[in-house]
């Protein structure tokens, strides 16, 4: 009998519905996880009185609380080759050794976010596989077949990059005036890639995610109109007819390319830099106001090419050594966002980041290639999940050299080496040659005034930088050249080559940053990206950065400020009326570290 009445139990038992858990519940579990594995990491309590509440930088999560510390309950297996790479594709480094290692931070992916690694060219293998268990999870496979990495985490999606049509030459074999986009429309564009083999036919288990790379771009109207080939004489409708057959062919060329390589079975097609909804600003950034109800580009052709595509790659480069860089990229995502907030789908948004500086325009200067500060490259990475991505990409390329060893002291030009310009990236102290004496910090910069190769002595000069002259405007910068007047230091190469800053190093700060977001990555993936301070303020005054994602009765906010990287104390920032909360003040530190602070409303 009690055999029986225990057996009608169970059966009651699982008749009775189970409660699935809900996203607040899920990111309740997400912190008791946290909680138990960094040591007195907690929620701070947030009563809804008005009042002021003041938080401590002790109460935030920074990443050297995870140094050591196992922070993702799968972490991806990490383990070398079976056999030492080519020389040509190796590092050389022991393992653990390398530039781009963050220090102390163990293996770990995410989720509920992707991030492509796509750093190409020579003495980048070993870094993609660091790669491939530290954040990332969809590899470039430069140079090698996917299918020799047998060694890395299960799970490792591929990358094809870049998969383009050459128009300029393209369309003058097909009969077509390059750059004359209007001469698309009269032709099955897509029909005519496909049987070309434009794309080869997606392998399964190889490159799922394709990344189409078309950075041709079309003529604003009032450029249109000074063409040989515009119908000047035209009437005004017809004119109209004519901008508006240009413009649908220019969106026809991109279009075309994503009909194509789904036609030939590529399951995720993402478009870089051929078109974005808001395209990258730096100058102006701060009175953008793009309104996708009345964007002309948008409405006429923006759309249809968004609708193509499974992916948005939105550029987020940085270009000038500047506090502006965090707040910079902030604002160019959500820009993007705003822009698509309407579309009938939200496709997913990856920013490209590059963990170098552009440098503003094709000349030389002396600030174009180095490497971004780890302080502002681990706070850029870190806030780009607190704009609503899918993820991020991190791109570079190194060409035939290494950008883990120090970078060269010489470089070309107009036919002769000259010397260059590099970062310092550990301090150190040195007299100079007229018996003066300095000190040279991380980051500063020295413009080589020569290299005696029958000696090994090499020359150099201090650049007046942006965190030393207090200058707001990179155009006020000079590019810099032998200054007689300046102090000239001198030390041997090899032993100045150990106080430089190699290209890679920011990496292990992108690691980092991605590494102080995992913990509460599904509260970020389901949250509500909540704005207290607009970024495009932020950037304008070169302020403290903070931003919030809320989901349930859980706040995750992070603080950064950049100025602390150019020599300036921190900032405490008040959000005034905290969440809508009238009376309510909160105020949060800010300094060079990232800080998240989870508040929970009780």
Not at 2 to 15: E, N
Not at 252 to 270: D, M, P, Y
Request: hydrophobic residues 40%; contains cysteine; charged residues 25%.
């Amino acid at each position: 009998m009690q055999i029986r009445q225990w057996f009608l139990v169970c059966i009651l038992c699982l008749a009775v519905p189970v409660r699935a858990k809900t996203a607040p519940d899920q990111a309740r579990l997400e912190v008791g996880r946290l909680s138990a594995k960094v040591k007195l990491f907690r929620a701070v309590p947030l009563r809804r009185a008005a009042g002021e509440v003041v938080l401590k930088p002790a109460q935030s999560l920074t990443v050297d609380r995870l140094r050591n510390a196992r922070f993702d309950d799968n972490e991806p297996a990490f383990r070398q080759p079976d056999a030492p790479y080519d020389p040509h594709m190796g590092d050389g480094f022991a393992p653990g050794k390398a530039p781009y290692v963050a220090r102390g931070i163990r293996p770990f992916r995410f989720r509920y976010f992707r991030n492509e690694f796509n750093y190409g060219g020579w003495h980048n293998w070993n870094m993609i596989d660091y790669a491939a268990s530290h954040g990332f999870s969809i590899l470039y496979p430069y140079n090698f077949d996917p299918a020799s990495r047998k060694h890395l985490p299960a799970g490792t999606r591929w990358l094809c990059w870049s998969w383009w049509v050459d128009w300029p030459k393209w369309m003058p074999a097909h009969g077509m005036e390059a750059g004359r986009w209007d001469q698309l429309m009269d032709r099955d564009i897509a029909a005519q890639l496909f049987a070309e083999n434009i794309f080869q036919t997606y392998r399964p288990g190889t490159h799922p995610v394709c990344m189409v790379d078309q950075e041709y771009g079309y003529l604003p109207p009032e450029q249109l109109r000074q063409r040989s080939w515009y119908p000047s004489g035209a009437s005004s409708e017809e004119k109209a007819a004519f901008e508006c057959k240009y413009y649908l062919g220019y969106a026809r060329s991109l279009i075309a390319i994503a009909e194509t390589a789904h036609r030939q079975e590529w399951k995720e097609v993402g478009i870089y830099d051929g078109y974005s909804p808001f395209p990258r600003m730096w100058w102006g950034l701060e009175k953008a106001d793009p309104n996708p109800d009345d964007d002309w580009a948008w409405n006429l052709f923006g759309k249809q090419v968004y609708d193509a595509y499974d992916i948005l790659y939105t550029d987020v480069y940085c270009f000038y050594p500047s506090p502006q860089n965090v707040a910079y990229t902030l604002a160019n995502i959500d820009l993007n966002r705003r822009m698509i907030r309407k579309a009938k789908a939200q496709k997913p948004i990856r920013p490209y980041y590059w963990t170098l500086l552009h440098g503003g325009d094709a000349s030389y200067h002396w600030w174009a290639n180095q490497p971004l500060t780890d302080e502002e490259t681990r706070a850029m990475t870190a806030f780009c999940f607190f704009a609503g991505t899918d993820g991020l990409v991190l791109w570079n390329w190194s060409e035939t050299g290494s950008h883990h060893a120090p970078p060269p002291l010489t470089r070309p030009e107009q036919g002769k080496e000259v010397g260059n310009d590099v970062m310092v990236g550990k301090g150190f102290f040195l007299k100079s040659d007229d018996e003066g004496s300095a000190d040279f910090r991380r980051y500063e910069m020295l413009h080589i005034v020569d290299a005696d190769k029958t000696t090994g002595n090499v020359r150099f000069q201090r650049i007046e930088t942006p965190w030393q002259t207090g200058a707001k405007d990179i155009r006020a910068f000079r590019d810099y050249a032998y200054d007689p007047d300046k102090p000239v230091y001198t030390m041997p190469e090899k032993q100045l080559n150990a106080y430089l800053r190699p290209a890679s190093d920011p990496v292990s700060a992108m690691v980092e940053g991605l590494a102080l977001v995992k913990p509460f990555e599904y509260l970020l993936r389901h949250g509500k990206v909540m704005v207290d301070v607009p970024a495009q303020k932020q950037f304008a005054e070169t302020l403290p950065i903070v931003r919030r994602v809320r989901l349930g009765r859980y706040h995750l906010l992070a603080t950064y400020d950049p100025a602390c990287a150019f020599g300036k104390p921190g900032r405490m920032i008040a959000l005034q009326d905290f969440d809508g909360k009238r009376g309510l003040t909160l105020k949060l530190p800010a300094d060079q570290e990232t800080r998240l602070f989870l508040l929970e409303e009780r």
